[in-house]
């Protein structure tokens, strides 16, 4: 009896597939690992509906998962949709239509659940120790904060302010204009009020950043240095420093669509979202004074991979 798992990430703005085996030593072998742009939130996060075009979008994306977790004849297949599909109107017949299509039943989690499973995704990344730290992922739809240190969760919250969201408020205009910079911070001052309270509490000194725009500024950081390593296999713990940080976060704000597109690393489908998410990053560093940045590749489906792998023990 084959060992195998798939677990789906379904966000707001990406899907993530990671079929994986896990062997008689308890060591894990993966066959799939791929993320595909489905734009779930595109066109309806701010009305709090799926359109007809992403859901299709969605069900096609999810129909070729099924297809590849057949050909790898998976026992367990664990699916979470997050942010989008619980804040919307028609998420409960979106669900139901995803079962009727492909037989995959969807676990529709809540902002915590989300938050704490983050923890154990980015946790077994190996980013973690015994300092505080402040686990940041920005998804599409929301953003979860954890603060916490190798052992622990303190405080965690999901915040419906993703980077989907932000993008359908604050870009007016591209290169993103600096009274939109301005109005995003003062939101984010006004939104962020109880991450700024548990922040002062627990004084964080390092920000994790959990997976895909941490990803893309490591991806665009390396190669800004001649280091194709990424290109090959991603690691699961990476370290960016501060001055790298924001030597690409200036150069987002500046450059046009075309223009960041054409920078080495970025992807197409984080070209323009990855503006709104990076100013939430650069409120972070400045308002809570962090002083170090790591970066985990891992996030909730590693962190659903690891309670599975608990619960088997």
Not at 216 to 228: M, N, P, V
Not at 272 to 278: E, F, N, R, T, Y
Request: proline share 3%; aromatic share 8%.
């Amino acid at each position: 009896m084959k060992n195998r798992l798939a677990l789906i990430d379904m966000g707001t703005n990406t899907f993530h597939l990671l079929i994986t085996e896990v062997g008689e030593d308890g060591k894990l072998r993966d066959f799939v690992r791929t993320k595909v742009p489905v734009r779930l939130g595109q066109g309806g996060i701010s009305n709090g509906a799926i359109t007809p075009e992403a859901s299709e979008r969605a069900l096609k994306t999810l129909r070729d998962f099924r297809r590849q977790i057949d050909e790898y004849e998976v026992e367990t297949v664990r699916a979470m949709a997050t942010s989008m599909v619980r804040n919307a109107s028609n998420g409960d017949d979106f669900v139901k239509d995803i079962y009727k299509q492909t037989d995959i039943q969807v676990e529709v989690i809540d902002g915590a659940r989300e938050a704490e499973l983050i923890y154990y995704g980015v946790r077994s990344a190996g980013v973690l120790d015994e300092k505080i730290a402040l686990i940041m992922d920005i998804g599409g739809g929301s953003v979860e904060f954890i603060l916490c240190n190798a052992q622990e969760i303190f405080w965690k919250q999901s915040f419906e302010v993703g980077a989907q969201r932000l993008m359908d408020q604050f870009f007016t205009e591209d290169p993103i204009a600096p009274e939109s910079i301005a109005a995003e911070k003062a939101y984010l001052e006004e939104k962020l009020q109880p991450l700024t309270e548990a922040v002062a509490k627990y004084k964080p000194s390092i920000l994790v950043g959990s997976s895909g725009t941490f990803d893309t500024i490591c991806d665009i950081d390396a190669l800004s240095k001649g280091d194709t390593s990424r290109q090959q296999t991603q690691p699961a713990a990476s370290y960016l420093t501060i001055d790298a940080y924001y030597k690409i976060h200036h150069d987002l704000l500046h450059k046009n669509h075309e223009e960041r597109l054409a920078i080495p690393g970025m992807l197409e489908m984080r070209v323009d979202m990855i503006v709104l998410a990076s100013i939430v990053v650069d409120f972070v560093l400045q308002n809570y004074k962090l002083q170090e940045i790591r970066v985990s590749a891992y996030a909730l489906k590693e962190g659903v991979l690891q309670q599975a792998l608990e619960s088997m023990k």
